[in-house]
């Protein structure tokens, strides 16, 4: 069984930076791609960024990209969302999670493992 905590989420106002960061513990962490979701008030929980078991590959949401960056550590068992330049509408909760390397890489929700309980990311205007 995986377990995620997810940390560093806060209030910013726009423009600014937050790093929140994401804890595995229970599993073999170089077996999951790990991913970044967040879901606003009354919408669905969206795809932010995903990085690849070994970290060489990352791919990001339109409306993150240039702005967000998602990193790894695999000797810390731990993944990174640096944000950036950020606007009110990334005001959500942020979620990590995890799928395993052996399954076909997705950005649904559904196509994850493991997800951790979020952090709340309020940025104001």
């Known amino acids: 069984q995986v377990l995620l905590v997810e940390s560093g989420g806060g209030v910013v106002q726009a423009g600014g930076s937050l790093t929140l960061s994401c804890a595995s513990s229970?599993?073999?962490?170089?077996?999951?791609?790990m991913g970044w979701f967040r879901q606003a008030p009354g919408k669905e929980r969206e795809f932010v960024a995903r990085i690849s078991s070994s970290g060489s590959t990352t791919i990001y949401a339109d409306s993150v990209r240039g702005r967000f960056t998602i990193s790894r550590d695999n000797a810390k068992n731990t993944v990174i969302l640096q944000m950036n330049s950020l606007r009110p509408e990334d005001t959500a909760v942020y979620y990590c999670?995890?799928?395993?390397?052996?399954?076909?890489?997705?950005?649904?929700?559904?196509?994850?493992?493991?997800w951790g309980r979020g952090t709340q990311v309020t940025v104001s205007s």
């Open positions: 999670a995890s799928q395993s390397r052996w399954l076909a890489p997705g950005t649904t929700p559904s196509s994850y493992n493991y």
């Open positions: 229970g599993g073999t962490f170089e077996n999951y791609r």
